[in-house]
């Protein structure tokens, strides 16, 4: 992990917003790591379960959902990107749709009035007309240290793309939001995600993802589309259900599907 950064992050100002939410929380910069997630995960599983924002200039072995690769890029190259984890103590009662709930805060935070479509996709990316901005890992670990019954540490894994992206070897067309926001950069980004973010997890921790529903349906784009599931499901989206579960009405009748394990895309793009 190299810590030298050379891009100023507002580091105290995250904090200083953040503590009040969060007492304890730190925000930690470097250069170069092979994963913010992997990081805290890494802490997490020896016992620091600290509130702390880990982001990083380049990540050399960034990940996705589906063990997929995240690939970052330079904040002064062109492609330049955002990639970061927030790691906290949690202990909701149920934690289904937790990445729906996180994907609702980046959105509103990235486009509050929704003029640039930027939009959801079940369960975990953020798009813009069919193309992908925002990418969105969600892992837990028990500290080994903690007693049985202490809450889980969660790290939520952000990945953006500031400037423009080539698509090649991409399954999904990228979206950037320098395509609206010439000005944009990556440290004035996370500035304006962070406290919200946090929020939004200590929302979702005391009210489950009920109170994200219809928020997440108004940006939802795969609700009344003919979409494809990994597992071979086809069918007609309905939108999500308040417990965060896709539902597809299939010639078997309404699928409620849950699984983690399951992609899903609107008919004639590629899984």
């Not at 050399?60 to 790691?87: I, K, M, V, Y």
């Not at 909701?92 to 929704?114: K, M, Q, R, Y």
């Not at 837990?140 to 423009?164: C, E, H, K, Q």
């Not at 009920?210 to 589309?225: C, I, K, Y």
Request: glycine share 10%; hydrophobic share 45%; with cysteine.
């Amino acid at each position: 992990m190299s810590s030298s950064t050379s891009a100023a992050w507002f580091e105290d100002r995250i904090a200083a917003s953040v503590a009040p939410l969060l007492p304890g929380f730190a925000v930690e910069a470097v250069a170069e790591i092979d994963s913010t997630n992997t990081e805290l995960m890494r802490r997490a599983r020896a016992g620091r379960i600290e509130p702390v924002l880990l982001v990083a200039e380049r990540q050399t072995a960034g990940r996705g959902r589906l063990g997929r690769p995240w690939q970052s890029a330079p904040q002064q190259e062109e492609s330049a990107s955002l990639t970061f984890s927030l790691g906290m103590p949690l202990a909701p009662a149920d934690w289904s749709g937790l990445s729906l709930a996180v994907g609702v805060s980046v959105a509103e935070s990235l486009d509050p009035s929704g003029t640039h479509k930027v939009g959801l996709k079940w369960p975990n990316d953020v798009w813009v007309n069919d193309c992908k901005l925002v990418g969105i890992l969600i892992e837990t670990a028990l500290p080994s240290a903690g007693r049985a019954d202490a809450p889980r540490y969660l790290v939520i894994g952000i990945g953006i793309n500031i400037g423009a992206r080539e698509g090649d070897g991409m399954r999904t067309p990228p979206a950037w939001l320098r395509q609206w926001h010439p000005e944009a950069t990556a440290p004035e980004v996370l500035r304006e995600l962070a406290e919200p973010l946090v929020r939004s997890v200590l929302e979702f921790e005391a009210r489950g993802f009920a109170s994200f529903a219809e928020r997440f349906a108004a940006r939802d784009v795969l609700r009344g589309r003919e979409v494809v599931l990994s597992d071979g499901t086809a069918g007609l989206c309905e939108g999500v259900a308040w417990g965060g579960e896709l539902q597809v009405r299939t010639d078997a009748g309404l699928q409620l599907i849950s699984s983690d394990e399951v992609s899903v895309r609107p008919r004639g793009m590629t899984l």
